[in-house]
């Protein structure tokens, strides 16, 4: 276990990266360590650790500074995959929503596979004046609604944010909630009903 540990570390350090030392190329060192170590379990698979998409690749390629053609090429591309809501309804329930930000369970060996995930959004962010615990990480969205209004545009902005943050801004720290699965349309659009709704906390 504790090598397991040890590779997860050191290939989330070199992020991927082709970081050479001589020659040796410590990234797909630890790769091929954790594919031989590693093993699926429930959600907790082992390509979440090994396979990158276009976007993830870019990011590690380019960890630090990038140009702004790379960060515009990112970001296009992950604008695309936003998938708005079917029905045309943006806000679900904010007592649900509070419940999903609240919620930092999910998508870990020991969960059962289709069990709902949390957001665990307080771990980044400041939502509501009631919770004294959050992070700092991401901005404060408390009175997120009351600053911003619920015009179209935010609204849009706003779903595509949770869905996937690097169709905004390239190689975000923020989960891309919807692109990879973590939360449903309707967690989706309870978080939204959470940051928007006039009668949420957060705007009070």
Sequence with gaps: ?????????ATLTVAGCASVVGETDYGHVALDLIKQDFRSK?????????VQDDAQQLCSTFPKERSSEVNARIEAAQLKTVKLPADGKYLGKWQE??????????????DALGAPNGGNCYACHQITKQEISFGNIGPSLYQYGKVRGGSDEIVKYTWCKIYNAQAYTACSNMPR????????????KDVMALLLDPASPVNK
């Design 177 to 188: 909630f919807g692109h990879n699965g973590v939360l449903t349309e309707a967690q989706i």
């Design 1 to 9: 276990m504790r090598k397991i540990v040890a590779v997860v570390v």
């Design 42 to 50: 429930g959600p907790a698979t082992l390509e979440r650790v090994t």
């Design 97 to 110: 929503g509070e419940k999903v930000a609240q919620n930092g369970r999910g998508m870990q060996s020991s």
